[in-house]
Nanobody, 121 residues
Framework: QLQLVESGGGLVQAGGSLRLSCAAS????????MAWFRQVPGKERLCVAA????????RYSDSVKGRFTISRDNDKNTVYLQMNSLNPEDTAVYYC??????????????WGQGTQVTVSS
């Protein structure tokens, strides 16, 4: 099991950028797939990006493809989400998650506490 702590959220104007970080503690980071989810009040939590344990494979939701980039540094036990060309629809609480690559989008094993991202128009 991993302990996950997100950082980097905040308020940004439309068109701007933010970089989220997720620091993991535990022995299984390098063997865990990692993902970023987001959730707005009253709606389900959705996976927006995922990365395989080695970083060789990545996938994105259609809503962020071409604007967001997920990456990881296994030496630092950290996963990142670079968010560019932000728009107000990206406003949400963003969660870091860990699990197995074949089902991380539906059933992560571990969750962070979340970080708020607010995009003003």
């Amino acid at each position: 099991q991993l302990q996950l702590v997100e950082s980097g959220g905040g308020l940004v104007q439309a068109g701007g950028s933010l970089r989220l970080s997720c620091a993991a503690s535990g022995r299984t980071f390098s063997s865990s797939a990692m993902a970023w989810f987001r959730q707005v009040p009253g709606k389900e939590r959705l996976c927006v990006a995922a990365i395989s344990p080695s970083g060789a494979m990545r996938r994105y939701s259609d809503s962020v493809k071409g604007r967001f980039t997920i990456s990881r540094d296994n030496d630092k036990n950290t996963v990142y989400l670079q968010m560019n060309s932000l728009n107000p629809e990206d406003t949400a609480v963003y969660y870091c998650a860990a699990g197995e690559w074949n089902n991380i989008s539906n059933g992560p094993r571990d969750w962070g506490q979340g970080t708020q991202v607010t995009v003003s128009s």
